[in-house]
């Protein structure tokens, strides 16, 4: 019996349909670039390898970093599609710069905090893991080693070595919309530094990382939260930590009036002051911040010694310090969902 026409053409569609979903998913593929220094890779240099990926392409881009010790400054351009920096291991696989904030430019001028960075994140949908982000001037002042002003930036097992003003989360500062969301998230990381080493006006949540109070350490966190986030920086199950003497280090001071801190489930050293929190010598701070705790551990904990005008989450207050509530967003970025 032959087979009716319809069923022919069904066939036919069907056929077609599953052709067109296998290039669809080939399209969706990662694009796979290799740095090497040995020159067995695609590139010798990171540089190079952000520079060949696609502008605005759907496709995210892949670099895998080959262990070495890459001394070069970088920048991913806000053009850049979805990209993820993957090392083989964070203890050898090291970005270092040595930039510092007096250091002079071409025309004899400082190059300021922000040009001092190692590596500056313009781009939206960027990843790191298993790398090492160096600044490597040493104690001189302001030396930043990431800059981030993207959105939904994922850190996972990653390191960032520096003194003053490491890790800066630098927000839509200077973007024309100034609402634009900047949000971070940092996973099993560690983190260290001296003054205002996590600091800036983006949105981030560490989990389960050891934030590193070096020698001469004075505050952990300067935050500039915008008035109008509900979040700032969110430090979950994490350990604050380091080699600084004890009772030296306060756990934030506010960069801006409306600076947002809160620490859930950490476990606090030796090295954070009884009373934890300072107001830059801004009292009308102390009413429009909020610095807060929840079930805080260890020798650094002290509840009762901390400034009056910081908070102690209740079980309902902490509820809402969820990934998602903090970082979902209007889009509802989704943590869970994000491509590996």
Request: proline fraction near 4%; hydrophobic fraction near 30%.
């Amino acid at each position: 019996m032959k087979t009716p026409r319809i069923y022919k053409n069904l066939t036919f569609i069907s056929v077609f349909s599953i052709l067109l979903l296998s290039l669809l998913s080939f399209k969706a593929a990662d694009k796979t670039i290799v740095v090497s220094k040995d020159g067995k890779g695609n590139f010798t240099t990171i540089q190079q390898a952000v520079d060949a990926a696609e502008n605005g392409s759907l496709t995210r881009t892949k670099i895998i970093i080959k262990s070495g010790v890459y001394k070069e400054k970088i920048i991913i351009p806000e053009t850049k599609g979805a990209i993820i920096l993957e090392g083989e291991n964070p203890q050898n696989t090291i970005i270092t710069y040595d930039d510092f904030a007096s250091k002079k430019n071409a025309e004899g001028k400082d190059i300021g905090t922000t040009g001092s960075s190692t590596i500056f994140i313009y781009s939206n949908d960027f990843t790191a893991k298993n790398i090492t982000f160096e600044n490597s001037s040493g104690r001189v002042g302001q030396a930043v080693t990431i800059l981030t002003s993207g959105d939904r930036i994922i850190f996972e097992n990653c390191r960032f070595l520096g003194n003053q003003d490491t890790v800066y989360l630098k927000g839509a500062q200077d973007s024309p919309d100034k609402t634009k969301p900047s949000r971070n998230y940092f996973k099993n990381c560690y983190i260290e530094g001296t003054t205002d080493y996590i600091f800036g006006a983006g949105t981030a949540v560490f989990e389960n990382c050891t934030i590193y109070s070096k020698e001469t350490a004075s505050y952990v966190t300067a935050a500039s939260t915008p008035q109008e986030n509900e979040f700032g920086f969110v430090f979950i199950n994490s350990k604050i930590t380091g080699n600084a003497k004890e009772h030296s280090v306060y756990l934030g001071r506010p960069w801006r009036p409306f600076a947002k801190t809160v620490f859930i489930d950490c476990e606090i050293s030796s090295t954070i002051k009884p009373e934890g929190w300072h107001n830059w010598n801004k009292p009308d701070a102390e009413k429009t911040t909020f610095y807060a705790e929840f079930n805080s551990k260890g020798s650094g904990a002290g509840i009762s010694t901390r400034v009056p005008w910081s908070h102690q989450l209740t079980k309902e207050e902490k509820k809402k310090y969820t990934l998602q509530n903090i970082l979902g967003g209007k889009d509802h970025w989704n943590l869970k969902k994000s491509p590996k």
